[in-house]
């Protein structure tokens, strides 16, 4: 038994349009329309889940309903990618059960013969006069929202298939706010690593400056004539009281 044709009708097509510049999010956007009097599951996978963010990625669709897509290719330097000629998504869907759906459960049970899927190539364009309407460039965050949903309620499904895969935005999500946190970690490390080191240099700093600043103060005479011993710097009054401890000592001395 062959595969069923598509239900849902694709707009566009074939092609999804991406033009550049590159170097923000760009964003275009594909609109699906349920024309049956029945519901339809759907999910969107693709070659590349590292490269793209899709919202929603999967849902159901209500009969004679329709929702639009938001396929967002990341910042990319097109001139090093060498797989961007083989870029593409496919839409699979089928029709829903009554009742309520649990489709991490319908997509892991379904039989593959009533699974409905079209496949669409991505289109890197660099010219700016396009005026193609289908193909909008965006700066927005990875958080933007499809520009319609009042038909579609979404679930998490997860189906690994090659070459196609699906994509797990909560995913993407998590490690990018790993790598932050592990960022910024790092980041307060090496600020209080820089705060000790300051506060070692300025004790030192100090030290010294208050040991020139003693030199400084004694007769140029006697400061040639200081002497350590240890680290201890003799000055005319350590001496003077040196001197009148030994003093002290011989008279004790003579006494006895």
Not at 114 to 131: E, G, P, R
Not at 153 to 175: L, Q, R, V
Request: proline share 5%; glycine share 4%.
């Amino acid at each position: 038994m062959s595969k069923q044709e598509q239900v849902l009708i694709l707009e566009p097509k074939v092609e999804l349009h991406f033009k550049g510049p590159f170097t923000d999010v760009v964003t275009s956007y594909l609109k699906l329309t349920n024309p049956s009097d029945r519901r339809v599951c759907f999910k969107v996978k693709t070659t590349a889940p590292k490269r793209y963010c899709v919202r929603p990625n999967n849902g159901l669709i209500e009969a004679y309903g329709n929702t639009t897509i938001a396929v967002m290719l990341q910042p990319v330097d097109l001139d090093n990618l060498n797989d961007k000629n083989k870029h593409k998504f496919m839409v699979q869907t089928m029709f829903a059960p009554e009742g309520d759906v649990n489709q991490d459960v319908l997509w892991k049970e379904v039989n593959p013969e009533a699974i409905m899927d079209s496949k669409l190539k991505c289109v890197f364009d660099m010219s700016t006069t396009d005026n193609d309407t289908n193909v909008r460039s965006s700066s927005v965050a990875t958080n933007a929202l499809p520009l319609n949903t009042s038909h579609i309620s979404t679930n998490s499904a997860s189906i690994a298939e090659e070459p196609f895969e699906s994509i797990d935005d909560k995913k993407k999500f998590a490690d990018e706010n790993k790598r932050l946190r592990e960022e910024l970690a790092s980041i307060r490390t090496e600020n209080l690593q820089l705060k000790e080191d300051g506060l070692k240099h300025r004790i030192r700093s100090g030290i010294i400056s208050q040991i020139s600043g003693d030199n400084k103060a004694l007769p140029t005479d006697v400061s040639h004539k200081l002497a350590y011993n240890g680290g201890l710097v003799w000055t005319p009054q350590l001496l003077a009281i040196a001197f009148l401890m030994l003093m002290v000592g011989v008279i004790i001395g003579k006494m006895f």
